[in-house]
């Protein structure tokens, strides 16, 4: 009899998380996401002002681990030991921890976590800004699920808008900010096919090109720089300039010529020197489509065809334009291929492009006035990516662990590498590494569990916050709350 009820005790506690799950509304994460504000807001010492301008600056894939290894290698790349180093925006006053599980998963994708950030809402893994009363890949779903962004209100209020990537414009970070899908994997026309009840859901690439239409009082969004050229082009227009590939759109439409035609001194561009030309001051719309795909890695875009700008450099071109805003600005920074690398396990690409990461916040909170913008740096989701093996201070982040006595040996008495993964793809634990460089550009790490692609991982990320309002980031809080920080800040609804 005991063992009975010590099994029931066991099962309630086992079930009680899922019936909690199923009892969460989208008007529950909202209303709590907004309750933790004004528990941050009593613990204010002074009540600080109001920021006129937002910047989100989001890591895709970001997690502790990343941050450390690449304050590592920053510092070592200037001769230094690198453990002592910070990156620009680890000097920023406040900082929380977010939690960044979805309604239907522990672990979760750039989607779901995305859209908490953008809609202070948390829903399912895989759709963009749509509550998780939709099913995803379901066009029948859709309808009436559609949660309102922050780049949303921002534009109804007057504000400017942007958003910065170097993975495609229609990925799932960027995505969140100005459309709405069922499905994640919706960026053009073409991929139509793969939906259920396809009907009347407009595909991700159509809606940042008619998203004025579809926002009162907005004329659309005024900055987009990223990736992703071959889901704004015709497939039947035959090879991109660029890389040979051709467009995505089974439509017919060119919605790059369409972005020029929609707005009143709109300019369109598709490589370095064409970025470089642009003058902010002439211009008061600009898409920038620097690739078909992703764009290039840090460490690759000097070797890039058409040569292609720094996340930097496309920041700072952001700023140049959305600032002559007098109501003021929103803007979205993505390092996406911080992600990609860790998913192909090539620690040393995925530090390169963190690391200039941090010297698009240094550039923007150069550029900005700091009495008037909050700067919010995160990451959406963390990677099964670890530091181990006792390695002696300066030791190389990317080489074998190794002490003042030489090489440390592992019980297979072969060494080993201070960064690893838990999965993904390449060598398993049976290389000897011995005669291998691993701080080169190719290597790709170790892995315990064989696996096609690394997978990201499900513990709390950073938040790093400066400006009017980033008192508010403390503590450890849900990841949509970061919405509810924006909104509390810029008094939007307000506005």
């Known amino acids: ?72 290698l920053e510092g070592q790349l200037r001769g230094e030991t690198g453990e002592e180093n910070e990156l620009f925006f680890e000097t920023f006053p406040n900082l929380a921890l977010a939690k960044t599980y979805t309604t239907d998963a522990q672990v979760p994708d750039s989607a779901g976590t995305m859209t908490a950030m953008a809609t202070g809402v948390k829903t399912l893994q895989g759709v ?40 495609r414009l229609t990925h799932a ?21 793969d939906l259920l009840n396809n009907g009347d859901c407009v595909d991700i690439a159509r809606q940042l090109i008619e998203f004025a239409g579809n926002v009162a009082g907005s004329d659309g969004l005024e900055v987009a720089l990223g990736g992703g050229r071959a889901a704004f082009l015709p497939a039947r227009d035959g090879a991109d300039l660029e890389d040979g590939v051709t467009g995505d759109r ?85 390092a996406g291929r911080i992600d990609h690398a860790h998913h192909d396990t090539s620690p040393r690409r995925a530090l390169v492009d963190t690391i200039e990461f941090a010297r698009a916040v240094q550039t923007a ?38 002490d003042s006595a030489g090489l440390i040996l592992a019980d297979d008495g072969m060494p080993y590498t201070t960064l690893g993964y838990i999965n993904g793809p390449n060598r398993g634990r049976g290389a000897d590494l011995s005669d291998i460089d691993t701080t080169d550009e190719s290597f790709q790490s170790q892995t315990l569990v064989p696996l096609g692609s690394e997978t990201h991982a499900g513990e709390d990320v950073p938040v790093y916050a400066a400006g009017p309002g980033s008192d508010l980031v403390r503590g450890v809080i849900e990841q949509n709350v970061i919405f509810h920080i924006m909104m509390e800040a810029t008094q939007l609804d307000q506005r």
Not at 33 to 61: C, M, P, S, T
Not at 134 to 158: I, K, N, P, V, Y
Not at 386 to 398: K, Q, S
């Open 365 to 402: 909170y150069e550029m900005v006035d700091m009495s008037e913008t909050l700067i919010i740096v995160t990451a959406d989701h963390s990677h099964v990516f670890t530091i181990a093996g006792y390695p002696g201070r300066g030791n190389p982040i990317l080489g074998k662990a190794a």
């Open 173 to 193: 970070t960027p995505a969140a900010n100005y459309a709405h899908s069922m499905e994640r994997n919706f960026e053009s026309d073409a991929d139509a096919e």
């Open 1 to 72: 009899m005991n063992r009975f009820f010590y099994l029931v005790s066991v099962l309630s506690l086992v079930l009680s998380p899922l019936s909690v799950y199923s009892q969460q509304s989208t008007e529950d994460w909202f209303e709590e996401g907004r309750a933790a504000v004004e528990r941050n807001l009593d613990q204010r010492a002074v009540a600080g002002a109001n920021a006129k301008n937002v910047i989100l600056f989001v890591g895709d894939g970001m997690g502790v681990s990343t941050v450390t290894a690449a304050r590592i």
């Open 250 to 334: 089974l439509d017919g439409r060119d919605l790059t010529r369409e972005w020029v035609e929609r707005h009143d001194d709109a300019a369109y561009v598709w490589n370095a020197a064409q970025f470089a030309a642009t003058d902010a001051g002439e211009i008061s719309h600009l898409l920038g489509l620097f690739e078909s795909s992703h764009m290039e890695y840090e460490l690759d875009r000097e070797n890039d065809t058409g040569g292609e700008p720094s996340l930097s450099e496309m920041t700072a071109k952001a700023i140049e334009i959305l600032s002559k805003n007098p109501n003021g600005y929103y803007l979205n920074v993505e």
């Open 128 to 167: 963009i800004s749509v509550s998780d009363a939709a099913t995803r890949g379901d066009c029948a779903s859709q309808q009436g699920t559609e949660l309102l962004t922050f780049l949303e209100r921002a534009e109804m209020r007057g504000l400017a808008t942007g958003v910065v990537s170097t993975a």
